[in-house]
């Protein structure tokens, strides 16, 4: 049977400002990094100079979308002060990829804040609303004439879950309560940029812009009644909830796919999961690798939402690559099977280009299609190669 994807459908990779672009000092990332002694992002994989040498590794790889993140930090490295040296960059990188015809998708909030923002609580206060709109609205004014996808914000829940619950990211800090309010001001804050970026592209007769958020939904399967019961309230909170809130401000569903989870109960543990499952090639990540999840999301969120789907991300960590292409391949045959039950899924993006650096792992984690060498000349892995054949057929037999 021939596995041909629709004619239109848009093939990418993901990154985000912070974890390629390097020299982002006034992120409060930097200082998470100098306080947690964990490895630093440093110039990362100086894509803020090396940009067009990204490009030339997409059109190698046969894309026709690339998705990447405006750094708020580096816009607005003070407050109410705009750098015109980094909107001139972003300027450059948009009209590179209009000249390649490559679409940009375009990310607002991928994790880092500006320091100056993190002074002020971050999502913490509603403060953060307008701060947010008027970064939206200087962002859009200046380069919305050459963009139509915006997502505001990347994966609200885990942001909020990782810097309010688990105390791992910047704030670190442990509060159900704060973890509420930060979800609240993340809604509020999509749906000003959104009625922004829209109120912008009226007044200039350009094009209607499709917006949305990036949202990171974990494939639960409960192996007793307990777990079952348990995961119906997990998925509320986790990975419907935000959606709920915003879904009449986003044009379509942007999922980002990585995570399956069993969860078993017993009286002694109470309930306990496996996310972490390394296999011998997963490298510092371990997340279990599991197709599958592809199909149980998509479909998942399309029952519940009916808009179009675009997977923003999907991504896997491995110490040899000689696996990813193949697991890639097993991620897109479920996605296809999806496209085929008449689910409209528009495009996929895989994370990421270029191995980089990976928040609390570092370097470590390679999730990327091609590496940096000894010399930082980029290079195509194999299944950099692999996944550039299967977007040039636009088909995975
Ligand atoms: C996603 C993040 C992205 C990257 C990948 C591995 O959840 O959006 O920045 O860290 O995981």
Known sequence: MNKVFPKDFKWGVATSAYQIEGGNNFSDWALW???????KAGKACNSYI??????????KLNLNTYRFSIEWSRIEPKEGEWNLEALDYYKSLLKKLKIEGIEPFVTLFHYSLPQWVSEYKSFETKKIINYFKRFTEFVVENLGMDVKYWITINEPTVYASLGYISKQWPPGKKSYIKYFRVIKNLELSHIVSYKKINEIYKKYGWDKPSISIAQNNNDMVGKDIPSKIYIYFLKRIFSYSFLNKVKDYIDFIGLNVYFYTEIEFSLFKGFSSNLENKLPENDVKGWKIHPLSMYSLVKDVYNRYKKDIYITENGISLINDEKR???????????????????PVKGYFYWTLVDNFEWLNGYKAKFGLCYLDESNKRVIKNSGKYYASIVKRNSID
């Open 50 to 59: 090396e940009y067009e040498k990204d490009i030339e590794l997409l059109k």
């Open 33 to 39: 990094e100098e306080k947690m002694g964990i490895e």
């Open 325 to 343: 292409g193949i697991y890639i391949k097993e991620y897109l045959e479920y996605l296809f099977k999806a496209i085929e039950e008449g689910i």
